[in-house]
């Protein structure tokens, strides 16, 4: 069965950074896209770009380049999604999504990570 | 980029209903266009891709249609457990975008 399953809610400070989690299972990891999806509340999803964890090949939105990184250990079938300098606009759930073989959708989905960035 | 517009923003329906949601693409997508279902606090939820191909697993009440710009969900006789935001996502070119989302509930 095909999994995602991404590390626990988180509450930082403004000014620090965080590091979300998203291991997969069920299948051949470093052979599928991996995207990164905001959702801040009440509103609809955005993507914050994709990486492929074969060569770490990746693209970011460009209303996330430079605000986000991301990274893979395919050792542990795990990305990474790095969030630094959080905001109060940060508040957020982060998503991340198996992009399909043939591109046409995501087809798999991590459980989310609820951010709270709180003085 | 390429702007996904739903409409309606909002739609309120009974069981055994049909509904149809739609979705415009600023931009020719080329069969590469989803659609999700979203409940409260839970990942979205792949239902349709490549325009009209349903997921496995998903009932055969959900449809999708259309192409090039103008796409179309419908679904046909409401299900309780169907009363979710739904949105659709272009998969065709970067940025990925997703339409604004389509809330669904019960009359």
């Known amino acids: 069965e095909v999994q995602l399953v991404q590390s626990g809610a988180a509450v930082r400070k403004p000014g620090e950074s965080l590091k979300i989690s998203c291991q997969g299972a069920?299948?051949?990891?470093?052979?599928?896209?991996i995207a990164w999806v905001r959702q801040m509340p009440g509103k609809g999803p955005e993507w914050m770009g994709i990486v492929y964890p074969g060569d770490s090949d990746t693209r970011y939105s460009p209303s996330f380049q430079g605000q986000v990184t991301f990274s893979v250990d395919k050792s542990i079938s795990s990305a990474y999604l790095q969030l630094s300098s959080l905001k109060a606009s940060d508040n957020a759930m982060y998503f991340c999504a198996r992009r399909s073989g043939d591109g046409y959708s995501y087809d798999f989905w991590g459980q989310g990570t609820l951010v709270t960035v709180s003085s | 980029d390429i702007q996904l517009t739903q409409s309606p923003s909002f739609l309120s329906a009974s069981v055994g209903d049909r509904v149809t949601i739609a979705c415009r693409a600023s931009q020719d997508v080329n069969k590469y266009l989803a659609w999700y279902q979203q409940k409260p606090g839970k990942a979205p939820k792949v239902l349709i891709y490549?325009?009209?191909t349903l997921q496995s697993g998903v009932p055969s009440r959900f449809s999708g249609s259309g192409s090039g710009t103008e796409f179309t969900l419908t679904i046909s006789g409401l299900q309780p457990e169907d009363f979710a935001t739904y949105f659709c996502?272009?998969?065709?070119?970067?940025?990925?975008?997703f339409g604004q989302g389509t809330r669904l509930e019960i009359k």
């Open positions: 996502q272009q998969l065709k070119s970067y940025p990925i975008t």
């Open positions: 069920g299948y051949t990891f470093s052979s599928y896209w």
């Open positions: 490549a325009e009209s």
